[in-house]
Structure formats: C-alpha cells, structure tokens
C-alpha cells in the first residue's frame, strides 16, 4: 500500500468537523456524525467505468480531494484511518449484512466496521451502511435500546456473535419487532483483509453495489436517495409531518442524473454513468 501522510485539517474541513480534534467521546460522535452528513454512501465507481481498491491513499484522494462518497469498504476504511490519527483506539470488525431483498445475510467480510476502545469503554462506529445506518456511535456494553432521534436500535450477543438490530419508526416500542441489520465477531481484522470481498461486490450478481447504482445522503431532517432513474427524498418524522415518515419518489431521465448527482450530492463524475437498477440474484449459500 502507498505510504502518505493525511492531511488531518483538510479532511476535517471535508466533514465540516470544527471542534478539538482530540481522542474525546465527544470528537467521537461530532466526526461521526459530520462524516454521514458530508460524504454520501454510494458505489457510482462500479457503474461509470471504475475499480474500487482498497488503497488509503486512492481513499483519501478520492473522498477527500475529489469530494466524492464511497460504499462500506471506502467510507470506514478511511474514516478509521482518520480516527486513528485523532489518537483513538482502532479495531476493524468483520461484518455480514441481512439483505432486504433477499432475506440471506452476506458472506463474512461482507462489510467492515469500526470498533473504538475509548476510557474503558467500547463504541461501534459505522458511516458506510446506507439508509439503515445510527448517526453516532452505539455503546457496545450494554443490550439496552439505544434511542437515537426517531429510530432506536439494541446490540444482541447470541452463541459468540453480536447482532447489530434496529425498530422501525412505526414499529417503536416495547412490543415492536427487531430488524437484524448485520451480524459481526469482534475479532480483530486488517483492511486488507476485505480485499476479495471488495471485488466480490463490485462483480456479483448476488450484490447490491453491482446490481443497482446508487448514491445516498443524509440530509437536515431526512434522507436523499438516488438508485438507477429515481430519486427518493425521506423527510423523518417530526411535530412538522405529525410524526410521520414522509417520502417522494419521482422518476429520472437518463440525460437528468449528471445534474442531480452534482447539484443534490455534490458528485462530478469522470466518466458516464450507466444507470442500473436490477434484480439481486439471492446467494447460492446460506450464511
């Protein structure tokens, strides 16, 4: 791998972080929170002509300098490397996701996500999971719910793995059920070690990020989503929508989606865009 420096400030100003860059609980979820707000999740490399390596560096360059997003493998591969130079404690976990549209969890280092050791205290730290995603870190000692805004979501252990669930806006409760995002071990891993995988979803069928084109943004008040030609704006519930999730959807022309990357996501692309929203093949294998 390239060996650079980080230019620490630039990054920062990237995420429109402005507080002490320190190793405190509280830069912890500032930067957290920054980093979903300024860096969409999206795999538009994958469908414009592009290989997605897992090079820090070519990261760097490319979120950072090019004002681009990046899918798991991107956004936590960097964003952990920028929580180490901040002087936190860093683990990288190896994690399977539960998939929507097919039921199935995905293979092990389906997805990499950070773990913080912080004063004694471990923090689960993620800003590539997309539309289901926490926007600061959840404890990892305790069961309890974690209410964040208008989701609320529970760490489970169960037979040596760690269930990472959320409810439902209109599922909250006691009663309601819990959604399985993704399961994870805490054994320690290395960035490199998600390399197959990495192409794996860049190739596969049986991928969300090879199937559909998309582009994702968290937004004041709700969310932003481009997938192959729509464009799905969520505003979260609020005394404003009487507590109610609310979402539009609207259909896009293939000669629009250039404009709307760059005027709603900030995304200018080196090259064309081939919009795709397919099918998921669900895995030959159950995990």
């Given amino acids: 791998m390239t060996q650079v420096e980080m230019d620490l400030e630039k ?15 509280d830069a912890l979820r500032s930067v ?9 999740f999206e795999n538009l490399t994958v469908h414009s002509g592009g290989r997605v390596e897992l090079d820090l560096p070519l990261l760097y360059d490319k979120i950072v300098n090019h004002r681009r997003g990046g899918f798991c493998f991107e956004n936590n591969g960097l964003f952990s490397w920028l929580l180490e130079k901040l002087g936190f404690q860093v683990t990288l976990l190896s994690g399977q996701v539960k998939t929507k549209l097919t039921g199935r969890y995905g293979p092990p280092f389906d997805h990499v996500i950070i773990l913080v050791n912080l004063d004694g205290q471990r923090w689960l730290c993620d800003v590539g999971v997309g539309a289901v995603g926490f926007s600061t870190p ?22 040596g793995m760690v269930f990472l669930e959320w409810q439902r806006e209109e599922n909250r409760g006691p009663d309601g059920d819990w959604i399985e995002i993704y399961k994870f071990t805490l054994e320690p891993r290395c960035l490199e070690d998600f390399a197959e995988m990495c192409q794996y979803h860049q190739s596969s069928p049986s991928s969300l990020l090879f199937c559909k084109s998309f582009c994702m943004a968290l937004k004041p008040g709700g969310r932003l989503t481009y997938i ?12 404003e929508t009487g507590g109610v999730l609310q ?23 080196n090259a064309p865009l081939i919009p795709k929203d397919e099918a998921i093949t669900p895995p030959p294998v159950m995990y």
Wanted: hydrophobic letters at 35%.
């Fill in 11 to 25: 990054y920062l100003s990237r995420i429109g972080f402005a507080g002490p860059a320190e190793a405190s609980l």
């Fill in 228 to 239: 192959g030609r729509r464009l799905t704006s969520v505003t979260f519930p609020s005394e």
């Fill in 138 to 159: 959840l404890s990892l000692e305790t069961s309890a719910p974690q209410e964040q805004g208008h989701r609320v979501y529970r760490i489970r252990e169960d037979t």
């Fill in 32 to 40: 957290h929170i920054c980093h979903l707000r300024s860096v969409p």
């Fill in 247 to 269: 979402s539009t959807t609207r259909e896009l022309k293939d000669e629009e989606i250039p404009g709307i990357l760059a005027e709603q996501f900030g995304i200018v692309l």
